[in-house]
Every structure is written in structure tokens, then in C-alpha cells.
């Protein structure tokens, strides 16, 4: 696949995936609202796993990963995540399986290492 077509494919699953939505539609209601299950919230952060994968191989900027998807991963885990993030990430019990994870830990380090690095630019 090329760059073009990986970005495509990962773009249709972001903004399609009734899995990702239902998460991403969780943090952004501000009434009423409905918990995405254990497996949503799983596939959710499966799919951040993938875009590490496709990172690693070349198929992705990380610049693109940055700046079109990695938003709402990336609040899960800030230094304070809100309640709403963190009730998802008890849910999954997250702390217990952290291990498991091993491609989305890559993942948010390569967003943060991306970032500390862009902030320097910026600054100099």
C-alpha cells in the first residue's frame, strides 16, 4: 500500500467504525450519555495500535498521525485525563493489562516524542 492509500484506509475506519464513534461520541456529549462497552472501547484503542504498526513500517507520517487522529487517544493519557477517560480506562481495566498493549504504548510515545520534538522546532 502506499502512503495515500494507507491514510485512506485508516481515514474511512476513523470517521466510519461505529466502534471508534461510539467513543469518541461518549467524550464529546456533554448530557446524557451512553458508556461505550469493553469492546469499543478495545477496538478503539486497537486501532491506534494499528496506526503503530503502519508507523513503524514507513506506511504513515507521523505528522499525519499527530495531527488527524491522535487527539482523542492521546487525552486518555494526559497527566490529568478527565473522569470520562479515566471511567473508560477502569473499564477496560487498563493499569492491570498495560502490558498488552505494547503497540499503543508505542504509539503514544512516538505522538509524544513527535510533539516534544515539534515544540522544540517551534522554539528555536
Given at each position: ?27 464529546n ?21 494499528e ?13 499525519v ?7 482523542y ?5 494526559k ?11 477502569d ?18 510515545q512516538r ?14
Amino acid at each position: 500500500d502506499s502512503k495515500i492509500e494507507v491514510f485512506s484506509k485508516l481515514n474511512k475506519v476513523f470517521v466510519t467504525d461505529k466502534n471508534i464513534q461510539s467513543v469518541i461520541l461518549y467524550l464529546n456529549q456533554k448530557d446524557s450519555k451512553v458508556e461505550p462497552t469493553v469492546n469499543e472501547i478495545e477496538l478503539f484503542f486497537r486501532f491506534f495500535e494499528e496506526i503503530d504498526v503502519y508507523l513503524e513500517q514507513g506506511l504513515l507520517d507521523i505528522k499525519v498521525a499527530d495531527e488527524l487522529f491522535a487527539f482523542y487517544c492521546m487525552e486518555f493519557f494526559k497527566d490529568n485525563p478527565s473522569e470520562d477517560y479515566r471511567r473508560l480506562l477502569d473499564k477496560i481495566e487498563y493499569d492491570k493489562y498495560e502490558n498488552t498493549w505494547s503497540h499503543l504504548q508505542s504509539f503514544i510515545q512516538r505522538i509524544k516524542g513527535f510533539k516534544r520534538k515539534d515544540e522544540e522546532y517551534k522554539g528555536n
